[in-house]
């Protein structure tokens, strides 16, 4: 075979098209974007409900030690995960449910209310 009549590429496929289900054409895959958005907001999720994790021990050390999660500005030297969870703020906030208990965590100045 000669290398000019070769091929190269193929025929584009849009995601929507992919992620349909079998039995619609598709290949039943879950869209990457979507599966991404909700894998941050599941790590949002354990930074505020204080995980027993070794990455939300590391947050609450390097980036939480003087800030407050919902009020803190995003830094512009941090990860990429940690800015695409600083992002997702106010999303997260219309789920937020406050448990004040005895108060010892709470803040009136700093907590969305």
């Given at each position: 075979m000669?290398?000019?009549?070769?091929?190269?590429g193929g025929t584009k496929v849009c995601w929507s098209d992919i992620c349909l289900p079998k039995d619609e054409g598709g290949l039943g895959l879950r869209n990457p974007e979507e599966r991404n958005y909700y894998q941050i907001l599941l790590h949002l999720y354990r930074v505020?409900?204080?995980d027993r994790s070794l990455w939300v021990s590391w947050v609450y050390t390097t980036h939480l030690k003087f800030n407050k999660f919902w009020v803190m500005e995003e830094p512009t030297d941090c990860s990429w995960i940690w800015r695409?969870?600083?992002?997702?703020r106010p999303i997260a906030l219309q789920f937020l449910q406050y448990n004040l208990g005895d108060g010892r965590t709470?803040?009136?100045?700093f907590d969305s209310w």
């Open positions: 000669e290398r000019g009549l070769l091929k190269v505020v409900n204080k695409k969870v600083l992002k997702l709470t803040s009136i100045w």
